[in-house]
């Protein structure tokens, strides 16, 4: 929040790829403070900046990684599409959403059903 939404978006990438690195941590509280990172960053940041290092944590083979992070983007997504901010491209969230849906834990495939 210090940062700034200007400020923000420059340093997205780099600072949500490795706190979503946590999001597979065997520990439900390391999980739970990089969603709440994740939370945090999203309040300040756009989610055009957000959407790929999402993507890219959920390539992760660590199911509760992945079920955290498609409930995320299922509670968030709609918030980014109702705001007034500029378009962002979904494309990257293609691919994993679809894995989600074809994952053999039941919480994964809920979770991407959500997010559709």
């Known amino acids: ?14 600072v949500l790829k490795h706190a979503l690195a946590n999001a597979g941590d065997n520990k439900r509280n390391v999980r739970d403070a990089a969603v709440e990172c994740l939370n945090s960053w999203s309040a300040v940041s756009s989610m055009e900046k957000i959407v790929p290092p999402v993507a890219g944590a959920l390539a992760s083979d660590n199911p509760a990684a ?21 378009a962002w491209e979904a494309t990257p969230l293609f691919k994993p959403v679809v894995d989600g849906l074809l994952a053999r834990q039941g919480e994964v495939r809920t979770a991407a059903e959500g997010v559709l």
Do not use: C, F, I, P
């Open 1 to 14: 929040k210090a940062l700034g939404s200007k400020h923000a978006d420059t340093y997205a990438k780099g």
């Open 66 to 86: 992945r079920k955290d992070l498609l409930e995320w983007l299922a509670a968030n997504l709609q918030v980014g599409a109702s705001s007034k901010s500029s």
